[in-house]
């Protein structure tokens, strides 16, 4: 596939698995994150079909300069996959953390919003381009201690929709992949690097891993350019919602 493909949040777990899968299948990859030594090993496996930057996307100015340092074959930019995310902490809303509040809503949402306006202009010359916004299945319903991550995911839900009809006409396929529980870095972020908490997150069943996400962005953008995956949610087969996981 003869594309270049912007991926955020590059630099472990699903981003890195996308990044991974689609130079397999020919892709041009700029890859995004905020560690540069991760970024520098996905470029030694991947080598000159990669190109990577780093910056923070809560960051606005460092997105647009980021994004307008890119390269001759990288600078114009077909598929963009906003995957950059995180989870901080488990309270109940009185006593939650304001600074863990601030950090989801700014990665989760802002940082969204900053590197599509970003983008906008080369997707929309391409005619043909492609928005894969990585949500959550806290997108689509809320549970207990979940309060501000689930509203930063129901407003990718949200925006995800809003940019689907507002850019209707310009060629350009905005869909969104809702994963359930994935085992990545999300724990052990929300935990506050908890080792132990997290890994029990995953015990007695088998989640999905990285790797499964990664193919069902691959299906999203190589499907002919009339057909567009607006909306897809997946899940183990052990977990039935977010709080009912069948664990052995």
């Known amino acids: 596939m003869d594309k270049t493909v912007f991926i ?6 699903i981003g890195r698995a996308t990044a991974l899968l689609l130079a397999g299948m020919g892709c041009r990859i700029v890859a995004c994150g905020r560690r540069e030594e991760r970024l ?29 340092s890119l390269p001759g074959p990288f600078s114009r930019v077909d598929v963009l996959v906003n995957n950059a995310g995180n989870a901080h902490g488990l309270d109940p809303v009185q006593v939650g953390s304001l600074d863990d509040w601030d950090a989801m809503i700014d990665i989760n949402v802002k940082g969204l919003l900053y590197v599509t306006k970003a983008l906008l202009p080369t997707l929309m010359q391409s005619k043909q381009g492609h928005i894969v916004n990585i949500g959550s299945t806290a997108a689509k319903e809320v549970y207990p201690a979940g309060n501000v991550y689930c509203a930063s995911k129901h407003a990718v839900d949200a925006l995800t929709t809003g940019l689907r009809i507002d850019l209707n006409g310009t060629g350009i396929r905005v869909g969104a992949i809702h994963p359930g529980m994935v085992e990545t870095e999300f724990s052990l972020v929300r935990f506050k690097g908890d080792a132990p908490r997290a890994s029990r997150v995953y015990q ?18 190589s499907q002919p350019p009339h057909v567009n995956i607006a909306d897809l949610v997946v899940m183990p087969t052990a977990q039935a919602s977010s709080t009912i996981v069948h664990k052995t």
């Open 8 to 13: 955020t949040g590059a630099t472990s777990g």
């Open 40 to 68: 520098q090993d996905l470029k030694q496996q991947l080598g000159d079909q990669v190109h990577t930057l780093v910056f923070d996307v809560r960051d606005r100015d460092s997105v647009q300069k980021a994004i307008a």
């Open 204 to 221: 007695g069943f088998e989640p999905l891993k990285p790797e499964d996400i990664a193919g069902l962005v691959w299906f999203a953008i």
